[in-house]
């Protein structure tokens, strides 16, 4: 699908929320990483959840799927009893998560490994573990500071500093290999810590297993080693990201209720509840289900350091709101699978929108309505379905290019979006 037209109206009903792809990349390596079989359910085979799972078979673990409804599946993984050696590069396609989390596991084949990527992924920064390659003697090749990576050698337990303010999938990766290696391992922090949400995440689901991690006030991580990943069947909750959408869709439009959201969530994305709420969104929860109902929103500052993949939703809902809005620290956004501040203003200017950019910050004045236009997704999952929801405050039709960028995370948005009521049609 290259493009989708989609004519202006209010969505409304019930949806089930896809589950967390951050829950799902962890639950599946810790259960490829575990010994015995593991039942993974609720599951959407999104390109970034394969990527993990053929990675995880290339090492060893062995995944079938068994299809349930709603286009999810359950995942019967037998852990890895030796690490292989991948027989080919270990292609993360457009997965951060994947190629992070993946760079330390993959090290315990003690073989030469390679990783290829596609997209904004072949230039992601990984400058933290050649940091670490360079301590520990560990050879490693590569262009430019660019994919394709190739790595020779295995990791020692230790001392890792780390600073507070790169990605947390660094310190997740780690988490990961560091309780199977032979002796006790700290990772130290300097600075403040900005991604607490996705270590509290990553720490929950490796306790599922088994694993014991002692977190020291996010200042340092103890992880002991010779630890075992014991099999466990787990179910994956409702993804706040994803929810994100239709959250504002509902009060942008009608009633929209996002059912299957764990009220207690880790998910950091969970503040978008928090932020809809500040700007007088009307949104309440029932048994799991939150739902969002017609409002008119005003003005707030937020707060983007820690949830990038929830803030071109929140400006589509900012750019029609009272006031003018202020998206500070925004500079992680700039790495993801497009340039999201750039993106998000752009676009959203092509709507009618009233953006500017300012550094890592954009200032967002909101305006009475949007008009009809051609854009561009920027091959960036997130950036075509903020496009979408936009759609809703539109005078004109959107015709959004790049649509099939969905299927990175979410492969039914299209569905799911004609389901509450949106007119759309594919353009090739």
Known sequence: MKKVKIEPKELSGEIS???SKSISHRAVIAASLSSGVSEISNIVMSKDIKATCEAMKQLGAEISE???????????????EVFKAPKASIDCNESGSTLRFMIPIAMMSNSEISFIGKGKLVERPLDVYYKIFDEQGIHYETKDNKLPLKINGSLTPGTFDIRGDVSSQFITGLMFVLPLL????KISITGELESKGYIDLTI??????GIVIENDDYKAFYIKGRQVYKACDYRVEGDFSQAAFWLVAGCL???IT????????LQAD???IDIIKSMAGKISCEDNSFIAQKSQTKRTVIDASQIPDIIPVLSVLASVSKGTTIVKNGARLRIKESDRLTATKTELNKLGADIKEEGDTLIIKGVSKLRGANVDSWNDHRIAMAMAVASIRCEGSVIIDGASSVDK??????????MLGGDICEQS
């Open 182 to 185: 032979a002796s006790d391992s």
């Open 66 to 80: 068994v299809k349930a409804e709603n286009e999810r599946v359950k995942l019967i993984i037998k852990g890895i």
């Open 204 to 209: 929950s689901v490796l306790s599922k297993y």
């Open 270 to 272: 969970k503040e978008v």
């Open 253 to 255: 439009g009608e009633k």
């Open 17 to 19: 929320i896809p589950p």
């Open 409 to 418: 995370s979410y492969p039914n948005f299209w569905q799911d979006f004609k």
């Open 258 to 265: 996002s059912r299957d959201l764990n009220e207690s969530s």
